[in-house]
């Protein structure tokens, strides 16, 4: 019975290893994402010759502007994505796998990509997942028409909401200490 036991265990234990499907797919995906984000900035720059042409009119203008600034916001929408993936990645294999040594060692690594627990894991994921809603908060502000006083009190209420989320996140991590 004890060796039976001890086999069981022993199949228990190495079943951990079915996490690197999730962390290559993370990786792959990661990569993917910072792969997609890097093609649409270097498309950008290259359309920007546009925004000089003597032939574009002033409304004209500002819908390229408008549209640029979409575009620029759904680039740093998707690197922050990439980064989730690879922190998710990073964090799943610490956590499930084995310790990263180099990571641990290496004095130009961020304390972001080094996750001992899971509630690590789930705090930076948190604060990036926080930032990517901001990002797409903003993507939305900067499209919206403002028809109403009202419309732009929503505005500002999500602004200060969006200020409160970030102030209870830093407080709870610890970095901030509240005035005096």
């Known amino acids: 019975m004890k060796k039976l036991e001890h086999l069981f265990e022993g199949a228990l234990w190495q079943s951990r290893f079915v996490v690197l499907f999730a962390v290559i797919a993370s990786l792959a995906t990661a990569f993917v994402m910072f792969f ?15 925004y000089t042409s003597p032939e574009l009119t002033g409304e004209a203008r500002a819908v390229f502007r408008s549209n640029t ?18 922190i998710f990645a ?17 004095e130009t690594a961020s304390s972001v990509l080094i996750i001992h627990s899971l509630d690590d894991l789930k705090g930076r994921l948190a604060k990036v997942i926080l930032m990517i809603l901001i990002v797409k908060y903003f993507e939305h502000a900067v499209s919206m028409d403002f028809a109403t006083p009202m419309d732009l009190l929503y505005l500002a209420g999500g602004i200060a909401l969006i200020g409160v989320a970030l102030f209870l996140t830093h407080e709870k991590s610890g970095h901030g200490s509240p005035a005096k």
């Open 90 to 106: 990073l964090g799943l294999y610490e956590l499930f796998i084995s310790r990263i040594e180099q990571a641990e060692a290496s």
């Open 36 to 50: 997609v984000a890097t093609v649409d900035a270097w498309f950008l720059v290259g359309h920007m010759v546009d």
């Open 69 to 86: 600034v979409t575009h620029v916001v759904e680039i740093i929408d998707g690197y922050l994505l990439g980064t989730v993936l690879l």
